[in-house]
């Protein structure tokens, strides 16, 4: 049994109840914008740092010890990319350039070389480790997110080998080889779904999927290649869950740069739907109409670059579009927190949502 909860409020928004003011988490919030991050990582590799439960625990941590009392959840430090190395492909860190494949897939031929079924318990069983130690340090100050990859964005990095500016050879498969494409999404999916189960089996209390790539898909390639696995990732976790008598736990999605998708993505089971900040949240709002769903986001990340006026300015206007927040928002930035944000404005970002998001 891990210790009660001190904070349950972003649990409470997620589940549509009315809050006393809308929760605050950031993407990314355990990362290299942190000095304290920084002398860990001297170190380790980042994949060594994710594989040892008590650095990963650590680095959970920091931001929440940080700005006490700031944030209402942690998120596990982790990486997306842990599914490809549970499937048998290499994945590195490299510095100031990102995931790199040394061996990416190439031709349909290559999926053979892939572990169709991987033991994800003993493949990735650091995580879950890394999440129990987690929530029992955390000591119900806040809960505790889990996440993975989302099929689609997964898959992109394995055939590209990195990261992408036009994704021309992960679209070549879907265009030349849809089959085989379809069966590595199937292969991602199933593996993601019994992947997060684990997770909330660890201490999980939520868990978001990140579809990062979303938006380099047209809506019928969406449709196609992201949605369906994106639906059957919700069903499989909440189906695996209830059958093993445990009560579902809120799931978010965060397809970004999918906007055009918004309205049936309120309809895709998942609890939460995370926005970028390419879309008005009052036009948001509006295509969600009755509510279907809980809104996440979407303040635009390089925003805390602009100094402490706009910081507060969009924040407010931020929070006042989302209908003041007090039921229906979770607030967030519309994409992760990037390397070179000053902590002290991420500290006056966290003091405004928390004053203008008890006003309303």
């Known amino acids: 049994m891990y210790p009660s909860m001190k904070n349950d409020l972003i649990l409470r928004a997620a589940r549509g109840e009315t809050v006393e003011r809308p929760p605050v988490w950031i993407m990314r919030q355990a990362g290299r914008y942190l000095p304290e991050y920084h002398k860990l990582r001297s170190k380790q590799s980042f994949f060594e740092m994710c594989q040892t439960p008590e650095t990963s625990c650590e680095l959970t941590l920091q931001p929440i010890k ?209 926005l970028d900040w390419t879309i008005d949240p009052r036009e948001a709002v509006r295509i969600r109409g009755e509510r279907r769903v809980i809104f996440q986001g979407n303040l635009d990340p390089n925003i805390l670059y602009g100094g402490r006026e706009i910081i507060e300015s969009r924040t407010k206007e931020m929070i006042e579009a989302f209908n003041g927040g007090k039921q229906g928002y979770i607030i967030n930035l519309g994409h992760g927190i990037t390397p070179g944000v000053n902590p002290d404005d991420v500290r006056f970002f966290l003091e405004q949502c928390h004053k203008y998001g008890s006003q309303n």
């Open 66 to 274: 940080r700005f006490d009392g700031l944030l209402d959840a942690g998120i596990i430090f982790s990486d997306i990319l842990v599914i490809p190395q549970a499937l048998g492909m290499q994945v590195v860190m490299l510095e100031q350039k990102g995931p790199h494949f040394p061996e990416p897939l190439v031709t349909p031929e290559d999926l053979e070389k892939l572990e169709k079924v991987p033991n994800i318990p003993a493949k990735l069983g650091y995580v879950m480790d890394a999440i129990s130690l987690t929530r029992e340090n955390l000591d119900g100050k806040v809960p505790l997110l889990g996440f993975s990859g989302a099929p689609w964005t997964i898959m992109a990095y394995m055939i590209e080998g990195g990261g992408s500016k036009a994704f021309t050879k992960a679209k070549t498969w879907l265009f030349r080889y849809p089959e085989a494409s379809h069966r590595l999404l199937t292969m991602v999916t199933d593996a993601t779904i019994v992947y997060l189960t684990q997770q909330v089996y660890a201490g999980a209390q939520m868990l978001q999927i990140f579809d990062s790539w979303a938006g380099e898909l047209s809506p019928q390639d969406f449709f196609e290649f992201s949605y369906p696995y994106l639906v059957k990732i919700c069903e499989g976790v909440k189906k695996e869950l209830k059958k093993s008598k445990r009560t579902p736990v809120p799931m978010i999605v965060f397809p970004k740069g999918a906007w055009y998708a918004l309205d049936k993505l309120c309809d895709s089971g998942y609890d939460v739907i995370g």
